[in-house]
Nanobody, 124 residues
Framework: QVQLVESGGGLVQAGGSLRLSCAASGRTFSRYTMGWFRQAPGKEREFVAAIMWSGGSTYYADSAKGRFTISRDNAKNTLYLQMNSLKPEDTAVYYC?????????????????WGQGTQVTVSS
C-alpha cells in the first residue's frame, strides 16, 4: 500500500509558476513509476507527466512539454511538478499517482495508487 498526499496548489495569474509536491509513504517509493494527472471540471482525467523509478526517464503530455518539469527525490519519498508559464487552461485538480508496472504509461489505469488531488487555478 502506498499513501500519496499532494500539496502546493493554489491561485496564480497566467504566466506564473507553481511547484506541486507529492509526499509518499508506505511501500518502497523508489520502486514505482510516478505520474501527474489532472482533471478539469466536466472533463476526463488526463495525463500530464510521468517519471520512471530511477528518475532517468521522463514523459510529458504535449500540453506540458517545455513548461512543466517532473522530478523525484527518492531519499525524501517525494515527487514534484514544476509548472511554469501557466495558462488558464491548466486550471484543474492535479493528482499524483504511483504504479509498480506503469513504466511511464500515460494511461490512468496503469497506476495503482492515487492522491486526493490539489487544486490549481490560473486566472487570466
Amino acid at each position: 500500500q502506498v499513501q500519496l498526499v499532494e500539496s502546493g496548489g493554489g491561485l496564480v495569474q497566467a504566466g506564473g509558476s507553481l511547484r506541486l509536491s507529492c509526499a509518499a509513504s508506505g511501500r518502497t517509493f523508489s520502486r514505482y513509476t510516478m505520474g501527474w494527472f489532472r482533471q478539469a471540471p466536466g472533463k476526463e482525467r488526463e495525463f500530464v507527466a510521468a517519471i520512471m523509478w530511477s528518475g532517468g526517464s521522463t514523459y510529458y503530455a504535449d500540453s506540458a512539454k517545455g513548461r512543466f518539469t517532473i522530478s523525484r527525490d527518492n531519499a525524501k519519498n517525494t515527487l514534484y511538478l514544476q509548472m511554469n508559464s501557466l495558462k488558464p487552461e491548466d486550471t484543474a485538480v492535479y493528482y499524483c499517482a504511483a504504479g509498480a508496472g506503469a513504466y511511464g504509461s500515460r494511461r490512468s489505469t496503469a497506476y495503482d495508487y492515487w492522491g486526493q488531488g490539489t487544486q490549481v487555478t490560473v486566472s487570466s
